[in-house]
Structures are given as C-alpha cells and as structure tokens.
C-alpha cells in the first residue's frame, strides 16, 4: 500500500469536513435579519465608535522588531549545544551573524525606532 | 597621379560638385540667401572638366598598353559579403568604357558649361547644378563599375536623378507628372534587369560563389544552361528596354522633354537613354550564346527604330520630334548589338552622342531665342536670324539623316550592313527583317528631320521669330564644338570597304573577342562580299536625299500638300499625330485596368471589407478580450490569488 | 591532510557576492547618520563590485563556494554583470525621482543592493535552500521598495499585492522544494536523481511556479501591471529588468541540470504531458500581454504589459524542442530587454509629471514632445524601435537569434505565433513615438532635464545600437564580442 494513502486521507477530511460543515449550517440554519445581528460584536454592550480606527504604528513596529530579534537568538540555542564540534570555525560564524545582527540594532537605534514618543 | 587614382577621381569629382552645390543650396534655402550664379555654375563645371581631361589621360594609358590587355583596375573596398556572396566595389576602364567614359564627361561637361547660359534666369540654379552633377556621377558609376552591381546603383541613380531633373520645375503639375512617369516606366525594366542580375547569383551560387563580376561571369558563363541564358539575356533587355525607351516602354522619353532642354540633350545624349545599350554590349559574351535573347533585342530595336520614325513626322513641337528621333536611333543602336555587332552599335552611341547633343542644344537655343516657344509652325527663317545655332544644327540634322561623309552616315550604314549580312540562329528571319525596317526608318528619319530643318530655319519668320537672335557663346560654343565632332566623328569608324581602317572596332575589339570566340549562334557572317557592301552604302546616300528631297518638295516647295494629305487621309494623320494612340492603348490595356482593378476591387473590397475589416476585426476582437481581461484584472488580491492557485491546480492536474 | 578550507580563488569568487551584501549594510547603517549621499555610496559598492566581477567572465572552471551551495562560473558572471548594469541603472535614474518626492534616503539603495545581492546569488546556486533564501532576499526589498511611495497610495497598494502574492508563490516553491527532498533525498538539485517521479514532478513543477510568478508569466502575471504601475517608476524600471534576469538565469541554470532523464526537471522538460505546458505558457504570456498592452494609454501600464510579452518570448528560448535549452539566444536577449526597458522607463521618468502626489504618465500629454525635446523623442523612438524588434537595435537582433534559434530545434509553429506577436506589437509600441512627432499642443508639458536621466537614456542608446549593429571597433567590443561572452558564458553550463 502507498504510505502517502494516509496522509491523503487527512487531506480529503481537512477539506471535506469544513465544507460540508458550513453547508450543512446555512442549510439548515434560520436567516432571519435583525439590525442588531449586523452590528459587530462588541463584549455585548452597544458599539461605541467605529471598529475600523487607526491602531499606532509603533505598535507593530515594536512586536515586529521583537520578534526579528527574539528568533535571530534562538539561533544561539542550537549553536550552543554543538558549540565544541563546530570549533573554531562555528565561532567566527556565529561572531558574524551577532555582528550583523548587532549592526542591525544600531541601526534601528540611531533611527529612532524604539523611542516610544 | 597613377591611371587608377585618376579613375576614382573620375567618379568623384562630380560627386563633389553635387555635393557642394547641394549643401550651398540646402544652405541658402535656410538662410534665405541667394546663391551667385557664377558660383554654383563654375562649381558644376569644374567637376566634369576635370573628369574629361582625366578620362583622355585614362584613354591615352589604354592606348599605351598592350592590345588584349588594357585594362585599368581600381579595388576601392568591399561592400557586401554575405555567406557565399561577395561584392567588391571596384572602377575598371577597358576600351568600352574608357569610349563613354569620354562621351560622357565630355558632352557631359559641354551641356554643363550650356546650362550657365540656359539657367541663368532660373531661381533654382544652384540645386539644378547638384542634380546634373549627380547626374553625370550615377552615369560614371554604371559605365565603370566593374560587376552588374555597381552598374545597377549607377543605373537607379541616373533614374532618380532624371525623376529629379525632369520634374525640376515640379510647381508645374504635369512636369511633375513627367518626372514620376519617367521613373515608374523605368522601374518596370529595372524589375527585369533586378531578376535577371538575381537569377545569374542562383545559377552560379550552384557551383560555386555567386558573383556579378562581369568577367567572372564571362569566364564562367559555361555553368548556365542553355535555357537560363536565354532568360537571363530576356530579363537584362528588360532592364534596356525601360531605360533605352525601345517599345513598349519608350512612353516616358517623349514626356521627358518637361525639364530644361540642357537636361533633355543630357538624356538623350550622354547619359541615361545609352546605358541600355552600353549594357547589353557589356554583356555581349552572353547574349553570343543566348540566340533567341539577341533575337529579340533584335526586333524589337527594328520595330522601334520605324515607329518612332513614323510618330517623328507629325509632330511639331520642336523637342518631340527630337526625341521621337532619339527612341528612333535607340532603335538602331539596339540592331547593332542585337545583331552581334556590339562595336558599330557604340559607335552610334558614340556619333549619336555627338549630333543628338548639337541637336537638343541647338533647339534649347532656338526655344531660348523664341522666349519657349516649342512649335515649329510657329518659327521660319531662324537661319538668318541665328546663323550659328542653324548652321550648327543643319550639319546635325545631316549627320542624323545620314549622309556622307558625316558621323552617322558610316555608324548607321555600318549597323544596317551587319544586320544584312547577320544571321540569328533562333530567329532566322530577323537579321533582314531589321535590315528592311532600319532602311524604311532611315527614310523616314531624313524626311522628318529636314521636316523640321525647313519649316523652323527656313522660309518667313513668322511669329516670336522675327525678333529672334543669335544666342550668347554660352550656347554657340558647345555648338559649333559639337557640329563639329558631328562631322567629323565618323572618320573613325570608315569601313574598310571604302579604304578606311575602321580604328573604332579595332579600338574595342579585344572588349568583344571573347565574343566569337565561342558560339557561332548568332554573328556577322562575313558573307555578300565587297560589292554587295557598297551597293549598300550607295542605296542608303540614295535613300537620305529620297528623304531630303521629299520634305523639301512638302515644305518648301508645295506647302499646301502635307495639309491636303491630312485631310484626305484624317484618320490615317490624327493616327500618327497621336503616336498611334501606344500611350492610350497602354493606358487602356494597363493603367486603366490596374487603376479600376485597385479602386474597384483592392481598394472597396479588398482593402476596404477585407484589409480594414481584419483589422478592425482585430481591434474589435483585441478590445473584447482586453474587455474581458479588464474585468479580470480587477485590482482585487484577493482574485489575483484565486487565478494564481486555479491556474496552478489546472497546470498540476495536467502535468501530473 | 584535508584540502585547504578557503583557498585565494575562492575568496576572489566571492567577494562581489560579499560586496553587495555588504555594500547593503553600509549604506543603510551609514544612511542612519548622513542619508544624502546613499546614491554614490551604493554606486560606489555597485562599480567595485562589478570591477571584481568582470575577471570571473574568463573563469576556466567554476569556483565552488561555500561548501558548493553557491557556483561562481562564467555564466553567473555574466548574469551578475547584467545585474549590476540593472542596478546602476536604477541608481542613477532614481535620486531626481526621489528628490521630487523630498524622500532621498540612503534606506532606498540598501535595499535596492540588498535586492541585487539576492539575484545574484539566485543565478549562481543549485541548491534548494539557498535558493529560496536568494529568492526572499530579492524579493523582500522589492517589495518594500515597491510602496516606497507613500505619498501615493497605489504605491502602498501595489507593495501590499506583491508582498502577498510574492509571499504565495514563494510558498509554492518552497513546497515544491520540500517535495524535491522528499523525492530525491537532496537539495542539491545538480545531484537530484530518481525517486518518485510524481513526487519529482510536482515539486519540479512547483518551483517552476514559483519562478513563473517571478517572471510574470500569465497566468501568474495578475500581479504585474498593478506593481508596475504603482511602484516608484526606477524601481518599476529595476524589477522590470533586474528580476527577469534573475529568474531566466536562475532557471537556465536549472534546466541545464536536466540533461540525466532521471532529474525531476527533465520531467518538466521532456515528460508526455508537462512538455507541452511550457510552449503554452509562452504562447499565453506573449499573446496576453501584447493583447493588453494594445489598449494601455497609460505608458507606464503598457510598458508593464509589454514586459510580460517580452517574459513569452524568453519563454521560447527554454522550450528545449529538439534540441537543448537556448542559453545563447536568451542571454543576448536579456541584454538587449535590460537596455532597452530601462532606457524606456527613463524617458518615462524624465516626461512623469505629478498630479496631487500621484504621477501621471498618460501617452496623450505628450503631443509634439519629440519636436521640442528632441533627444527625449529619439531616444525614446530608439527604446521603443528595438522593443518593436526593427533593425538596427539590439531588440531585433536579439529576437533574431531567439526565434531562428527556435525554428532550428524545430518550433516553427511557436515561433510563428511568437512572429505575429511581434507585428501586433509594432501597433502600440510605435504609437507613443506617433504622438510624440505627429501631434502638437501648445500646452506646455515639464520635463525633468536632470543630467544623470539624460546620461542614462544616452548610454542606453548608444549601447542598444553598439550592440545592436556594430561589429568589433579596434578594441572597443561589439556585437561579435557580445556574442562571444553569451557563447562562454552559456558554454559554463553543463
């Protein structure tokens, strides 16, 4: 037997089940429109402004810059763990990559971007 | 400077003089200024003096060389070289060409120098200088080039520049008219000598490199069969019978007469109408073994030489019968070489050269003197009036009719003698046949000749010509130089039937030796002996003062008969007068279907409905799709994903 | 002992691939301080680069670097000298469009360095990952380049759409990759041999796409004209070139692996059913986008189009047919695009006006421009001529070899096809020229004359018609000179 078979199989479930799940919902659901079911859903209490507003940039820019340099360290873990039979030449490697990640903060330093005001 | 530096000179002396008289006029028409007219003209004869006196360096090297071997060979550089082709553009002057290398710098030259004195009233001068140095340029590149390549930029070139010159006054619809039918006839020949230049590259692409080398092509003329030959011979004669004006396509040379006459006797004369024949004599190795080829060249140059003759007679504008005169003695030059007899068909190149020039210069004067007036009936008593520009033009209009011992008494009689005595091997018939048409054309040729000799020079001035007088030195001197080599030309070609050495045909006889070398298909038969030869001669002086003295008994002594005769026989006059209705006839049979076909069918239908329908088609059809596509293309990403990935499902499926 | 780990060869190889990454640094840290000059910085990388480059046009033997996942060989010298010529362009034609805008920032030549040191190092690899690492290191920073812009908000529009489509087709190569290993046990594509040939066919295939929505070919060309249209005309002008070059490159260096029948390209190449998908595919991109362009009023649009029509023809030099892959024929073509599109755009860039922060580059303002700025109009006739394929530019003579190349391993009918396209596009390439010469207003129309757009549209002439027409002057290299780079660069290939 083919060992993709399976995994096939999931593949089929995977589409099969929502499709036949959203058919299955607005089939047998009732559609009756109110005013209140096309307001957005708000904790239960009646909406106050406009969802659609403008969040700060900073915001993203932040968590992007985090994220940049939080998985840039994971790196470290693994090197770590082999750190003696990669030898020399794994350290000189890795120098380079801390210095260009480093050149990288400097970067985003100088131009500003982690200052919040 | 050596002979083969000389010969470049040759060519571009009067490519300089174009040039400068060109750039001057470009230059004064920006800048709004006026050119001296001594200036432009000094320039533009500058250039073929120099070139003359060249070319009689060039011709006395010739001479100087061993006989078989005179040659001057300048390799300038290489123009094309394409795979198996190669073409080279190099000057070579051999006999041949050194004979027109000197007709056409020399009368060249001449109707230069005239042209100061016709022009120098015209706004136009300095551009009408550059053309005629183009001119004389294109010309010198067609005798000298040594491939039928060269020959054929040269032969395009002198048909720009007679579009050019032609239409020159082209404020003047129909002269511009003149100038466009004079360059769309021709392109119809040059269609034929194009094909036929073409199918010698296939023929010898076959065994080897293709070439247009003119003695490459002699010294591998075995490599053609029998029949390619003779379409090849076709083909080129197509090329001469545009350009030498023989029938059907004469019909631009009488129309060419819209230009400034100096430019009419360049045509006729020196340049352009001549390269036909000087280019079927090149060839002349290869129409000796093309039979039918020569046959051909053979009638059609008799038919053309009588019924150009007959058109002469009744026509009265002093330039037309001049030029019904030239497709008339085209005619015969296109006998000679049809016949074989390439030297006596140059050598009425060469005596035509002469008394033509004197001829078209003599009538440029008289229609300079009689404020452009062209009809003959309206002239009388010139000869009194200009003494020089008549007498000049009575040796001429005798040279022409052919009496002895003027120049085309011996180059016609010597053409009409080897047609008698030639022989065609495909065409039986057509050596005498020409003979006959060329004796009955030398009648008629005397007779409209002193025709128009009497009624403009003698008798009563009537109208402008009583206050005519004799013209300035810039026309006389060209004249009176050119009434003499009229004259006296012929002494170079007295056969030797009347004791002379006949140093013409020995001149070029190493050119055409290869000639006979070979093939006996066609050929002057040296048969009929002496006495038949002289009686010949002596039937054509008879038949020259026949002619003379006929238009003598109609317009000088009887005036009143030629009028009653075109009243007794109006159909039979209207006919002639009219040319025999060929121009209609061709306009029916061509133009006007051609014209209809194009507006009738190519142009409501074909090009209308179905040309502009595909396309408008097209530009429906490519906006529906674009139409489509825009409702495709509908900037939403999220639809730019959805064909991404159900293209690439379709593309997977079928791969897969 | 073991060989030596680095030798001095392999240090000279890599050091234009270092240069450009580097060059990418500098310029972006040092634009941190002083972000005047970044131009001649990244320039000055660019040059210094290029000079390191040009040595590597007579390697004998490619150079293996970095454990062989990169090769330094004529061939990718020569696709890297393209590039860097793209480059140059794009960094000398940008700084009066960023002026204009009051944004010239040195960021915007780290990326554009950034970007090339990508493609570079996308035209020099077989391997798999790094591959798709080359991939997103050209593409990241067009992507940002493309909303560069922000002023306008098609620009913002555009990134965003190719940033997401990118990101897509990105993910389909990397899937396809993932199934290559899965089939054949490597990532070395040069060593991929056996295993499951629908495993093998269906990643080939998937990276194929991967490259196919690089190069816009339809029907993964959605993105193009909107890209094209609203990114900053330099960079439109730069990916226009630049990532054509990447991606043909890139892809006859993988299709010249596909000699062993085993290979899974060779399946795309010459299996039943996927060879015929190629000879379509080229078909719809060059009818498609010739067909479209026909109706553009906006030049710039109608350039996009004309890029996809040209990605069609390209296509046909990798259709194998009965023969191989036709290196030469797409080299020299690439050559002759790279000029003549990036002249093109110039001429654009010099005539863009802005309305309202957008910019407006409709064909019809520009009536009679060919009479008052008369080098504008011709060197714009000359781009557009040679787009057309007229003699005597290197656009003719580079569809010349392509397509005759095409009828000589027996595509005639493509080839056909690819003849008529040509004809149709004669239409709308010649209609910017009729307005420029055979139309006149007396509205009076801005015109950038900054010096370096003037010096990038001449050079642009003079080297389409150089190596258009012109044989080998003295020491000064011409056609045959060009002919024989693309020969031994081709001739790197296996």
New interface residues.
Partial sequence: MNPYIPLLAVVAVAFILPVVLLAMSSMLGPKRDEAAKGDPYECGVPQLTPPRDHFPVKYYLVAVLFLLFDVEAVFLYPWAVVYRRLGILGLVEMAVFLTVLFLGLVYVWKRGALEWD | MTVETSLLWIVLLPLLGAAVNGITAAAAARWGKKVPHGFSGAVAVAGPTLAFLLAVGVFRALQGMEEGHALVVNELFRWIDAGRFRADVTLLADPLSAVMLLVVTGIGGLIHYYSIGYMSHDEGHTRYFAYLNLFLFFMLMLILGDSLLTLFVGWEGVGLCSYLLIGFWFEDTEKAQAGMKAFVVNRIGDFGLLLGMLLIITTLSAGGEGTLVVREIAHRLGEFPPGVLEAVGLLLFAGAVGKSAQIPLYIWLPDAMAGPTPVSALIHAATMVTAGVYMIARMGFLYDHAPLASGVVLVVGAATALFAAIIGIAQNDIKKVLAYSTVSQLGYMMIGVGVGAYAAGIFHVFTHAFFKACLFLGAGSVIHAMHHEQDIRKMGGLLKKMPLTGWTFLVATLAIAGFPPLSGFFSKDEILWKAFSGENAALPWAPRFAWLLGTIAALLTAFYMFRLFFTAFLGKPRGKAVEAHESSPFFTVPLVILALGAALTGFLGVPSVVGGSNRFEHWLAPVFETSHGGGEAIGAAHAGGHGVEIGLMAGAVVIALLGTLLAYFLYVKRKEVPGRIAERHPALYTLVRDKFYVYEAVFAAVIYPVVSLSRRLLWRIVDVRIVDGIVNL?GHL??G??YT?RF??T?Q?Q???F???T??GI??W??? | MNPPLVTGDMLRAAIPFILLAAGGTVVSLAGAWRSKRGALFAALFLVLAFWKLFPLLDLEKGIELWDGAVVADRMSAFLGGMLLLSGLFALIVSPPVLRREGRNRAEYYGLILFSLSGMVLFVSTTNLLVLFLALELMSIPLYVLSGYNRGDDRSGEAALKYFLLGSFSSAILLYGAALLFGATGTINMAAMTGGDPLLATAGAFLVLTGFLFKMAAVPFHMWAPDVYDGAPTPITSFMATSVKIATFGALLRIFSLAGGAANPFAHILTGENAAKILPWLAVMTMTLGNVCALTQTNIKRMLAYSSIAHAGYLLLGLIPGSGAVDAKGILYYLFAYLLMTTGAFTVVIALSTRDKGREVTGVERYAGIGFRRPFLGIAMAVFLFSLAGIPPTAGFFGKYLLFSGAVHRGLTPLVVVAVLNSALSVYYYLRPVVVFYMRDTDTPVRVDDALSLRVASLAAVVLLIWFGCLPNIGSLPGVPALLHWVGSAAAALP
């Fill in positions: 097209a490519s906006r799709v674009s596509l495709v293309q900037g990403v639809t730019y994903a064909i991404l990935f293209a690439l593309f997977l079928k791969v897969l």
